[in-house]
C-alpha cells in the first residue's frame, strides 16, 4: 500500500516535561507534529485536544495511539482503565487520559506506557526488528522500560515499572535518592530531575566529565543487570534524553554491565556483542513520538484497543 494510502494515525507521547503530539501513517509519512508542555492536566490535555481537533479537521485520523507516563491503569476490565495513577508527577494521580480522549474522537484508541510505546516503534521500524524479546529503556525526566518477551509487553497484575528497580549502589555514595517513593531505586538515582536535586543545579550546566555521570551510569547498568538476569533480553536499547545529551552514558554502561554480569550465565555471549547488545535506539529521538502511532496502528488491528 502507497504511503498515500494508509490510513493517518494521530500520535500523543505524554511526558513527564512536554508531549509531543504526531499525525502520521509511519516514520516515511508524518504530516503534522506538535509540542506543549507538561503542566497541570487541565491546560496539557487541554492544548492536546486543540491540536487533535484541527488535525481532524483539515486530516482526519482513523486511530489515536497514547504513549503516556505512568503508572497507568492498563487491566481492561478496570473501572479506571487509561488513567495515571499514584505518579510521582505532582498533580497528575488518577488523571482521566485515555477514556477522556477516547470520547471526543470516537476512533479506536489505545494507550500503553511511553516506554512500551517507544519499545513497539522499535520493534515496527526500528532497531529491534525481527526480534521476539528486547527491553527499551528511556532515562529523562524519569526512568522507565519497556520489556518485550515473545512480542508481548510485559503485564500481570499491572505493568512493569522496572525503572523502580532497587540496585546496588555506586561505591561510597550514600546518597538518599531522589523517588518520593523509593528513594535510591534507579530512577531517583539516575533520572534528570534526580542529578538536578543531587547537585542543586541544572543538568545543562553539568560538566559532562563530573563524577554524578558514573553513579547515573552504575545505576543505568545495574537495571541492565537485572533485566538480563529477569528476562534476558536479545538486546537493551537506551534511549531518552539524558544518554543523547551525554554520549559518555552509553559505553559506561556497557562497561559497567559486563564487570557485574562478572562472566555468569548469558554473560560471554553479551562479551562478544556488547556494542550491539546495549544500543541507542535505532528511530533514535523519534523513538518516542512514533511509538504513539505505533500503539495507534494496533488500535486499529484490535491490538491494545479499548
Given at each position: 500500500?502507497?504511503?498515500?494510502?494508509?490510513?493517518?494515525?494521530?500520535?500523543?507521547?505524554?511526558?513527564?516535561?512536554?508531549?509531543?503530539?504526531?499525525?502520521?501513517?509511519?516514520?516515511?509519512?508524518?504530516?503534522?507534529?506538535?509540542?506543549?508542555?507538561?503542566?497541570?492536566?487541565?491546560?496539557?490535555?487541554?492544548?492536546?485536544?486543540?491540536?487533535?481537533?484541527?488535525?481532524?479537521?483539515?486530516?482526519?485520523?482513523?486511530?489515536?495511539?497514547?504513549?503516556?507516563?505512568?503508572?497507568?491503569?492498563?487491566?481492561?476490565?478496570?473501572?479506571?482503565?487509561?488513567?495515571?495513577?499514584?505518579?510521582?508527577?505532582?498533580?497528575?494521580?488518577?488523571?482521566?487520559?485515555?477514556?477522556?480522549?477516547?470520547?471526543?474522537?470516537?476512533?479506536?484508541?489505545?494507550?500503553?506506557?511511553?516506554?512500551?510505546?517507544?519499545?513497539?516503534?522499535?520493534?515496527?521500524?526500528?532497531?529491534?526488528?525481527?526480534?521476539?524479546?528486547?527491553?527499551?529503556?528511556?532515562?529523562?525526566?524519569g526512568v522507565g522500560a519497556g520489556i518485550i518477551v515473545d512480542g508481548k509487553a510485559v503485564?500481570?497484575?499491572?505493568?512493569?515499572?522496572?525503572?523502580?528497580?532497587?540496585?546496588?549502589?555506586?561505591?561510597?555514595?550514600?546518597?538518599?535518592?531522589?523517588?518520593?517513593?523509593?528513594?535510591?531505586?534507579?530512577?531517583?538515582?539516575?533520572?534528570?530531575?534526580?542529578?538536578?536535586?543531587?547537585?542543586?543545579?541544572?543538568?545543562?550546566?553539568?560538566?559532562?566529565?563530573?563524577?554524578?555521570?558514573?553513579?547515573?551510569?552504575?545505576?543505568?547498568?545495574?537495571?541492565?543487570?537485572?533485566?538480563?538476569?529477569?528476562?534476558?533480553?536479545?538486546?537493551?536499547?537506551?534511549?531518552?534524553?539524558?544518554?543523547?545529551?551525554?554520549?559518555?552514558?552509553?559505553?559506561?554502561?556497557?562497561?559497567?554491565?559486563?564487570?557485574?554480569?562478572?562472566?555468569?550465565?548469558?554473560?560471554?555471549?553479551?562479551?562478544?556483542?556488547?556494542?550491539?547488545?546495549?544500543?541507542a535506539p535505532g528511530l533514535g529521538d523519534w523513538a518516542g513520538p512514533l511509538g504513539s502511532?505505533?500503539?495507534?496502528?494496533?488500535?486499529?488491528?484490535?491490538?491494545?484497543?479499548?
Amino acid at each position: 500500500m502507497s504511503t498515500e494510502l494508509r490510513p493517518l494515525v494521530a500520535g500523543i507521547e505524554l511526558g513527564g516535561t512536554k508531549c509531543a503530539c504526531t499525525l502520521a501513517a509511519g516514520p516515511d509519512r508524518i504530516v503534522a507534529e506538535a509540542q506543549v508542555p507538561t503542566t497541570t492536566p487541565a491546560e496539557t490535555l487541554g492544548a492536546i485536544e486543540r491540536i487533535l481537533d484541527g488535525w481532524r479537521n483539515e486530516h482526519g485520523f482513523a486511530a489515536l495511539g497514547i504513549a503516556c507516563f505512568g503508572p497507568l491503569e492498563l487491566r481492561h476490565d478496570a473501572p479506571d482503565y487509561g488513567f495515571i495513577t499514584a505518579t510521582p508527577k505532582p498533580g497528575w494521580a488518577h488523571t482521566d487520559v485515555s477514556p477522556r480522549l477516547r470520547r471526543r474522537y470516537g476512533v479506536p484508541t489505545a494507550i500503553d506506557t511511553d516506554v512500551t510505546g517507544a519499545a513497539l516503534a522499535e520493534a515496527r521500524w526500528g532497531d529491534a526488528q525481527g526480534l521476539s524479546s528486547f527491553a527499551y529503556i528511556t532515562v529523562g525526566t524519569g526512568v522507565g522500560a519497556g520489556i518485550i518477551v515473545d512480542g508481548k509487553a510485559v503485564m500481570g497484575i499491572g505493568h512493569a515499572e522496572a525503572g523502580h528497580m532497587l540496585v546496588r549502589r555506586f561505591p561510597g555514595d550514600d546518597w538518599a535518592g531522589a523517588c518520593p517513593f523509593h528513594g535510591d531505586c534507579v530512577e531517583g538515582l539516575a533520572a534528570g530531575s534526580a542529578v538536578e536535586k543531587r547537585l542543586g543545579v541544572k543538568g545543562g550546566a553539568v560538566a559532562d566529565d563530573d563524577p554524578v555521570w558514573a553513579m547515573v551510569a552504575h545505576a543505568i547498568a545495574g537495571l541492565c543487570h537485572n533485566l538480563v538476569m529477569g528476562s534476558v533480553p536479545d538486546r537493551i536499547l537506551l534511549g531518552g534524553g539524558l544518554p543523547t545529551k551525554r554520549p559518555q552514558l552509553l559505553p559506561m554502561v556497557r562497561t559497567m554491565l559486563v564487570d557485574s554480569l562478572a562472566g555468569y550465565g548469558v554473560a560471554p555471549a553479551i562479551v562478544d556483542q556488547i556494542e550491539r547488545y546495549v544500543a541507542a535506539p535505532g528511530l533514535g529521538d523519534w523513538a518516542g513520538p512514533l511509538g504513539s502511532i505505533a500503539l495507534g496502528l494496533d488500535a486499529l488491528l484490535g491490538r491494545h484497543a479499548a
